[in-house]
């Protein structure tokens, strides 16, 4: 069975930090492909940062780099999304995903690439 968790979301200030984890199946696992995306309402669902379980590699948008970092703890298949100097514009809803190492390798953030998605979990940031 493919599960996909998030946890950690919550209410700050602008400026300040959130840690999302995200609980995966060893299925989804390993897939090898494993994302955050958001969506803020009215908006369409973007990619935020991406991890490679396999190897490490990550990739991030523009708009949060220096500011997330994406890491993995293989032993408890759990992927986790830290996310400092937080701004309103950061506010939405955050989903981790699962996809294919083809995914990592060639589409990171195109979310109709990743076959598994957990349900989100609410990040608000207020001014």
């Known amino acids: 069975q493919v599960q996909l968790q998030e946890s950690g979301g919550g209410s700050v200030q602008s400026g300040g930090s959130l840690r999302l984890s995200c609980a995966a199946s060893?299925?989804?696992?390993?897939?090898?492909?494993m994302g955050w995306f958001r969506q803020a309402p009215g908006k369409e669902r973007e990619g935020v940062a991406v991890?490679?379980?396999?190897?490490?590699?990550?990739y991030y948008a523009d708009s949060v780099k220096g500011r997330f970092t994406i890491s993995q703890d293989n032993a408890k298949n759990t992927m986790y999304l830290q996310m400092n100097s937080l701004k309103p514009e950061d506010t939405g809803t955050y989903y981790c995903?699962?996809?294919?190492?083809?995914?990592?390798?060639?589409?990171?953030?195109?979310?109709?690439?990743?076959?598994?998605w957990g349900q989100g979990t609410q990040v608000t940031v207020s001014s």
């Open positions: 060893e299925y989804a696992y390993s897939m090898y492909c």
């Open positions: 991890i490679y379980t396999g190897g490490g590699s990550t």
């Open positions: 995903a699962a996809g294919t190492e083809y995914v990592c390798r060639r589409a990171y953030f195109v979310s109709s690439q990743y076959k598994y």
